[in-house]
């Protein structure tokens, strides 16, 4: 796995911007991704959600509220529903309830209210193809950044008759990207869906873990010895301490031949007992994770450069 990330990336600490430069634009638009491509991040990450027709697009959640303008569309004011989630029941729209065209009239917002809100009219929600072509245009240019690409909750799709295994697994064949040499995580928080991922292909997987308190609450209490992926994608509070210093979570993954990505850094709002971003990312970096995601990739190019 160590060589599986040199070969994919180069040195370890990977930066991977978080859902794109998110700090600054609405996140998973093709503009935070180019702005995170510029910044110099190894990675950009997709959160994958389903259309009603069956469209992968990029989204963190289910429902639509957060990230898009919907609440704002008359036309579709009816089309509220409540869905059971493990916090309870939430009345939203969600994307399985709706086509990509009708996906394609929102706009896609900030959700973060102290960020820049000047762009939530300019941009949409991407397709996972659209994020592709991205790459491949920047490849074109010399920039090859990976993908670190996330199936979100796609149990719930199931239950809706929407695989999420196959538009994935299909999508990468016929984009030939391995073939093309970018680099390449699938990442889930359901490990049913990457054990079918693995029957399928050899991608290297991640296994990301539910961050505390929820783990318990949601049945997802994994031992990182029960853990078969080559990756796992760890909560900061699993490896950063409020006295600001690690526990060993990193010590005993590297023991067990996992690499550790670790989500996520945010400038503007740096761990508990760190005065930084920059603080934590030295941290971070110090006790050997093997990447990062963060939503401002820039300082973590600045930190790794400097470290
Ligand atoms: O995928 C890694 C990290 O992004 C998981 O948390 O909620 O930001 O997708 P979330
Ligand atoms: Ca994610």
């Not at 065209?101 to 959700?111: F, G, S, W, Y």
């Not at 300019?122 to 490849?139: G, K």
């Not at 850094?265 to 030295?282: I, M, N, Q, T, Y």
Request: a negative charge; one cysteine or more.
């Amino acid at each position: 796995t160590e060589t599986a990330l040199k070969t994919l990336t180069g040195e370890p600490p990977v930066i991977i911007a978080h859902r794109g430069a998110s700090g600054l634009y609405p996140e998973h638009t093709l503009k935070a991704y180019q702005v995170a491509i510029d910044q110099g991040a190894d990675f950009i990450e997709p959160d994958l959600v389903m259309t009603k027709d069956g469209v992968l697009v990029a989204n963190h959640d289910g429902y639509l509220s957060d990230t898009t303008s919907i609440a704002d569309h008359e036309e579709f004011a009816d089309r509220k529903s409540v869905r059971k989630t493990p916090l309870g029941d939430k009345e939203d729209w969600w994307s399985d309830d709706f086509t990509l065209a009708e996906l394609k009239t929102l706009n896609a917002i900030q959700r973060v209210e102290g960020r820049p809100q000047d762009y939530n009219d300019q941009f949409r929600i991407a397709t996972f193809d659209e994020i592709i072509d991205l790459v491949e245009e920047n490849a074109a240019q010399g920039r090859k950044v990976g993908l670190h690409i996330e199936a979100k909750w796609p149990s719930n799709f199931s239950a809706a008759g929407l695989d999420m295994v196959d538009p994935i697994l299909n999508t990468i064949e016929e984009r030939g990207l391995v073939e093309a040499g970018i680099p390449i995580f699938i990442q889930c928080f359901e490990p049913d869906f990457l054990a079918k991922v693995a029957a399928k292909s050899d991608l290297t997987l991640v296994q990301n873990l539910v961050g505390p308190p929820y783990a318990a609450l949601l049945g997802l209490d994994m031992k990182l010895e029960d853990i078969p992926t080559a990756g796992v994608g760890a909560h900061k509070a699993m490896i950063l301490t409020p006295e600001g210093g690690t526990t060993d979570f990193v010590e005993r993954a590297h023991a067990l031949g996992k690499i550790v990505h670790v989500y996520t850094v945010r400038d503007d709002e740096p761990a508990e007992g760190f005065a930084s971003a920059e603080e934590e990312l030295k941290v971070l970096i110090e006790a050997g994770v093997d990447g990062i995601w963060t939503d401002y990739p820039e300082t973590a190019v600045i930190v790794r450069k400097d470290y």
